[in-house]
């Protein structure tokens, strides 16, 4: 079957300048990142703050441009569209952000920044977009009342309902959720996640679910690839992952995951980076399983 989403060898170098005399240090941010998505999955991307996850999403949707590599989108080169093709692309490909209180603009109502989207991209006339609007907050768990209210009046939770409807506005195939529920209370981190899940059997959505909390990815993603310092370093179904990790980095995440019994004896592993090969290719150990070992 072919996979919704296939990047290919994507890489995002940063050149940060240093000083008028010194030379430009290079930011390896993404090198050589590739997996594959198919449609209707929850796939996670795993890893430590500064590991490339972000980057990764945002480069995906050309929010930052990449320095080399292909992503696939149903079988076209992302990267290799015009800026009216891209415009178009946008409208199968949506993100929901880490931040639901920087991501809406202060300034407008609710229901604006959901119909936005429908404005740019010219859909249907203003008492449709409006019906559209209405039907959307709805579905994410929002009141008719809410529509004229501005985002300092909803609490977080709130905000990231709108996230969500304003991402599903022009009905994309694929969202990538950038940190969606890290910002959240985890009672609400709960009813955000269930909503998504919700959300992906009733519309057939698909889900780059990025994120650093390894116990909730378990539960809500079928496979999972964990990065280290800009590379995946092990992918493979979530199951055979948690249970048998095979690289160092992959057993030092998951020892540090909170016990639910505070007084369970834990077993917390250090990573030794001299332990592995940093540039070491992905190869089998194990059926659907890869490792950097």
């Known amino acids: 079957m072919t996979p919704i989403l296939d990047v290919r060898g994507l890489v995002k170098h940063f050149v940060r300048r240093r000083g008028l005399f010194q030379p430009p240090s290079v930011v390896k941010a993404v090198d050589d990142v590739s ?12 890893g430590e703050s500064g590991s490339g996850k972000s980057t990764t999403g945002r480069c995906i949707l050309r929010l930052i441009e990449p320095t080399a590599g292909e992503v696939l989108f149903r079988g076209e080169n992302v990267l290799a569209f015009s800026r009216e093709r891209m415009r178009l692309a946008r409208r199968d490909m949506q993100i929901v952000f880490q931040d639901p209180y920087s991501s809406l603009n202060p300034r407008m109502r609710a229901g604006d920044i959901v119909e936005e989207p429908l404005i740019i991209h010219s859909l249907g006339a203003r008492p449709e977009r409006r019906q559209r609007v209405a039907e959307l907050f709805e579905m994410v768990g929002l009141e008719p009342d809410h529509l004229q209210r501005y985002p300092h009046e909803f609490s977080g939770g709130q905000r990231q309902r709108i996230g969500i409807a304003r991402a599903l506005a022009l009905s994309p195939a694929l969202i990538i959720a950038d940190e969606a529920v890290s910002a959240l209370d985890v009672s609400i981190q709960a009813q955000v996640v269930r909503l998504m899940l919700e959300l992906r059997e009733r519309l057939k959505l698909t889900y780059l679910f990025i994120a650093h909390d390894l116990r909730l990815v378990e539960h809500i993603c079928s496979r999972v690839a964990v990065m280290y310092l800009g590379r995946i370093v092990e992918m493979g179904e979530t199951g055979a992952l948690f249970t048998a990790p095979a690289h160092p980095y992959t057993r030092a995440l998951l020892s540090a995951v909170p016990a639910l019994d505070p007084d369970a004896p834990r077993d917390r592993i250090v990573l030794d980076p001299s332990s592995f090969n940093p540039d070491a ?13």
């Open 35 to 46: 997996f594959a998505i198919h449609e209707g999955e929850m796939f996670g991307l795993v």
């Open 281 to 293: 290719p992905l190869r089998p150990v194990g059926a659907s399983h890869f490792a950097a070992v």
